[in-house]
Nanobody, 130 residues
Framework: QVQVVESGGGSVEAGGSLRLSCVASVRNYYGRYCMSWFRQAPGKEREGIAGFYSGSGQKYYDDFVKGRFTISQDNGKYTVSLEMRNLKPEDTAMYYC??????????????????????WGQGTQVTVSS
């Protein structure tokens, strides 16, 4: 199984910024992959917010965070970050990073769908105060 670790969460005031990082430890695999960010607030469904496909570098965003959040690949493989700007109290949630090594992970209908991901981090809490 693949090990995924997120970091960078914390508490910020509304309007502030945070940068989350995710590293996936992958062994004996050299193909393309997807790494995406999800979040889940208490009592709510887990939702996909930003995805990255290594094959093309294409990025995908949910409309709720588009224009405020940016997903990027860092220098190392299987390493992505999420820059969050102009944070709002509604962004408060547990943020998860997930990896998908399947060939079709990049399909727009799949890349931000939690059900399609098998490798998950433990989550990092983001709390935005008013």
């Amino acid at each position: 199984q693949v090990q995924v670790v997120e970091s960078g969460g914390g508490s910020v005031e509304a309007g502030g910024s945070l940068r989350l990082s995710c590293v996936a430890s992958v062994r004996n695999y050299y193909g393309r992959y997807c790494m995406s960010w999800f979040r889940q607030a208490p009592g709510k469904e887990r939702e996909g917010i930003a995805g990255f496909y290594s094959g093309s570098g294409q990025k995908y965003y949910d409309d709720f965070v588009k224009g405020r959040f940016t997903i990027s690949q860092d220098n190392g493989k299987y390493t992505v970050s999420l820059e969050m700007r102009n944070l709002k109290p509604e962004d408060t949630a547990m943020y998860y990073c997930a990896a998908d090594l399947r060939d079709f992970c990049w399909y727009p209908s799949y890349i931000l769908r939690p059900h399609d991901y098998n490798y998950w981090g433990q989550g990092t809490q983001v709390t935005v105060s008013s």
